[in-house]
């Protein structure tokens, strides 16, 4: 039998949009398929009936070649079916081994015994180059350790194919090398793996063939080998896609944003953030590399107020507001696009107008003397969900919670860039973005810039870093390695900076 899984002419439809429009998708056995698609496409809508989350309103799915009901995730889980979510759901004061078999208890008078199940998660994290202590508490360890916590509970309860949704989207450059490397393990052992990812070069470097959809559509399936990363994301997107950000030289102006000597504790109570003096000014997008934890959070924080300072000034056009209240800093221009969507971002039982109004609901024309003016708040809402291309079921009345997680960014980033911020921060804005819409946001970043204003970028991804900003200034371990000019600097560089090793030449 060449197919494990087989999804035939699946078609799903939520109030206002067909979500899964007639898609197939065919698993081979051992091998690892990507499904690729902008944001909405569908991915999460198709993978969640695979594993039981939804159910189709039309087509089949076969399991081993037998047509199947998934009527939840516990049948899928015993028809071999895992599935690891972009959020983890593990209890953080548990065992790695608790949390395993958590639900998976045995029935039947069978006496559970913990230290026979931690032996089994260990042989199996041997054999498949997890490395996982059986016995670590979750909230003592990092991000990508819990994600392998999750594929061990998978592997576990005997699941033959893995669904992993953006697995990489909250990893580092290291643990995403790691992570392939575990993907191929786990093939090598015959089992089959379904990635839902926007990383081009991702899928380049593990996947064996790509499915892509568009719009809820199947458009085809391609042998990763034999296909650019060019074509596939015209496959996706449906029109050519500039990979390389177009920008002039930056015409900088007034220090925008000065730090002098910030000194910013981290959740440990020790110092994340040391003596750090740096300066943005109006027309230059500013770069932060390093890898993560080495106190970008603590900068991010400390300009935005959200955590308090130990030493130094914060100035904005002159003002120290290092002890301002955060609504005073966004009244001095200060506009940020946050890293944690769901909780600084969005408020998701509310709608999306509601949301694209948060900063400023109180002010004319949105509101005069107390009294909303929704004809206003709809226009408002409207301009920035259009001029972001933020796909929805019912535009501005629609839940903010039944978007898709890339709408939901572009939504936020949109909101943020429309207030016309004298400074913005942006974190990990692309994150979770397809290529199209990262084109698209780097290019507004870049318009914000040549407006004159000043952008200080945060990002993990170190392609972005160089591509967007015009300087880089890299952290490690809280300190300022030194800053580069973008242009004349490269990944080597970057790479030894943010492990501390080189200074750059000054910029
Ligand atoms: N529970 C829901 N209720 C209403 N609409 C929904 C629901 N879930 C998804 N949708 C809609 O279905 C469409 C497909 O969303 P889905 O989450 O499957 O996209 P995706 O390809 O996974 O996107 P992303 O890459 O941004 O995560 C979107 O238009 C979304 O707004």
Redesign the pocket.
Known sequence: MEFVVEMINIRKE????V??DDITLQLKKGEIHALL????????????ILFGM?QADRGVIKVDGKEVRIGNPNVANKLGIGMVH?HFKLVSNFTVTENIILGNEPTKGLVLSIGAAARRIEELSKRYGLNVDPHAKIEDISVGMQQRVEILKMLYRDAEVLIL??PSAVLTPHEIDELSKIMKNLIAEGKSIIL?T?KLKEIKAVANRCTV?RR?KTIGTVDVAETSQQKMAEMMVGRNVSFKVEKDASVPGEVVLQLEGLSVNNNKNSLGLKQLSLEVRAGEIVGIAGVDGNGQTELVEAITGLRKIQAGRILIQGDNIAHKSIRERIRKGVGHIPEDRHKRGMVLDYTLEENMILEVYNQPPFSKRGILNKLAIRKYASDILTSFDV???KGPL??S?????????KAIIGREIELNPDLLIAVQPTR???VGSIEYIHKRLIEHRDKGKAVLLISLELDEILNVSDRVAVLNNGELVGVVKAAESNENEIGLMMAGIEKGGGA
Do not use: C, W
């Open positions: 939520f109030p206002g949009v979500a899964n698609g902008e944001n909405g496409a569908g991915k999460s809508t198709l993978m969640g939804y972009q949704d953006e839902i926007h959809i809820g796909r929805s079921g629609s839940m919670r039944s978007l898709s997680g890339g709408n939901q960014q979770g973005l397809d």
